[in-house]
Nanobody, 114 residues
């Protein structure tokens, strides 16, 4: 079955960096665009950005443009979210997903605080 497992979150000070990873299984990974989402406490889940099958990326959140980048490794069935210059408002649970395919994973918690 399709599964997404996110990792790499943690507690980081403002201005710091984190690299999130997402391991996908149960699908032909190279054939799917991958999305990163986040959900902050008390807020709806929002799309952070997308990476296509060929590696083209689009960041949807204006608040993270220039700070977050998405990459993928089709040989490893992995997608990554590099987050730099983190701000307290980036605190959220981060998820990856292949469009409407498969269930949501457990996500990985990112907390930005001094």
């Amino acid at each position: 079955q399709v599964q997404f497992v996110e990792s790499g979150g943690g507690l980081v000070q403002p201005g710091g960096s984190l690299r999130l990873s997402c391991a996908a299984s149960g699908l032909t990974f190279s054939k799917y665009a991958m999305n990163w989402y986040r959900q902050a406490p008390g807020k709806e889940r929002e799309l952070v950005g997308t990476i296509t099958t060929t590696g083209a990326t689009a960041i949807d959140l204006d608040s993270v443009k220039g700070r977050f980048t998405i990459s993928r490794d089709n040989a490893k069935n992995m997608v990554y979210l590099q987050m730099n210059s983190l701000k307290p408002e980036d605190t959220a649970v981060y998820y990856c997903k292949a469009g409407l395919v498969g269930p949501w994973g457990q996500g990985t918690q990112v907390t930005v605080s001094s």
